[in-house]
């Protein structure tokens, strides 16, 4: 199938490698995004994979530290899916995917393109169960400051979905990020208004940050649902940054806990 493919600027070559003694060797930016499939998607195209490129790449290498060829991935909300395709095409792995009806439904030519199988549901429903066992990792991506009810249960849930060794990885915003803090000192709101902070949670609005997280909060509700978080990164969504924003990002880089986004990897209590 011929698709256009975004290129971001910095180097590699086009061809996602992996050494032939069984030892991965991580893509570069301009690799992972060669090797997808931008245009066959109906949602979360170019413009949403540029404004994340970091962020999903930064994903991609520590998945690619849990996900061995064949095993199989959970992803809770995967919408664009980015890492699950690499995954899937360079790995092999066998992806099946949670999401809205609608979300489905917008990606269908591309889940049934790429992925073992994917289900409809809606994750807050406390009648949802994850559709698959024993799985090696679970990924929960940009998913969890979106819900409009407490995340323990569902954790809980995709605990229960886990085979023996399995990991669980997640990203979302930092609430305590130096963005935040700097909005507040200039007294502007870092919640959504009222009208989209209390309403549904469904496909028609499933931008609306209802809840975002410090990590001693995600620690604390991890911990409750019996896991424990085995390394936290600091990131950004991308690196293009504007001018006027270059002493911020100077902080961020500095001290990265002050970074807008944080990355998981998690793994049940012992």
């Not at 229960?160 to 700097?182: C, M, P, V, W, Y």
């Not at 410090?214 to 936290?232: N, S, Y």
Request: aromatic fraction near 10%.
């Amino acid at each position: 199938m011929n698709t256009r493919r975004f290129h971001p600027t910095n180097g590699g070559s086009n061809v996602p490698v992996l050494k032939t003694d069984g030892a991965r060797a991580a893509p570069s930016i301009r690799q992972f995004v060669a090797s997808l499939d931008i245009d066959i998607r109906g949602m979360h195209t170019s413009e949403y994979l540029k404004r994340s490129l970091y962020r999903q790449y930064r994903t991609l290498l520590m998945a690619l530290r849990s996900v061995h060829g064949g095993e199989r991935v959970l992803s809770i909300g995967a919408g664009g899916a980015f890492v699950e395709e690499y995954l899937a095409r360079t790995l092999g792995a066998e992806i099946f995917i949670v999401d809205f009806p609608g979300a489905i439904a917008h990606n269908a030519v591309f889940y049934n393109e790429h992925f073992a199988g994917c289900f409809s549901g809606n994750v807050a429903d406390e009648a949802w169960i994850p559709p698959v066992s024993n799985v090696n990792v679970a990924l929960w991506l940009d998913n969890i400051e979106h819900l409009a009810t407490n995340p323990v249960p569902v954790m809980k849930r995709l605990k229960q979905s886990l085979g023996e060794g399995a990991k669980l990885i997640i990203t979302t915003d930092n609430f305590a990020s130096l963005r935040n803090i700097a909005k507040l000192a200039l007294r502007k709101s870092i919640v959504a208004m009222p009208e989209k902070l209390f309403s549904d949670c469904r496909f028609e609005n499933e931008g609306v940050h209802r809840r975002e997280y410090t990590l001693p909060e995600l620690t604390l509700l991890l911990r409750e649902a019996g896991f424990q978080i085995d390394k936290v990164e600091y990131i950004w969504q991308h690196l293009q940054i504007p001018v006027q924003r270059a002493p911020v990002f100077l902080v961020e880089y500095l001290c990265p806990m002050y970074r807008p986004h944080m990355l998981l990897q998690c793994c049940p209590l012992k």
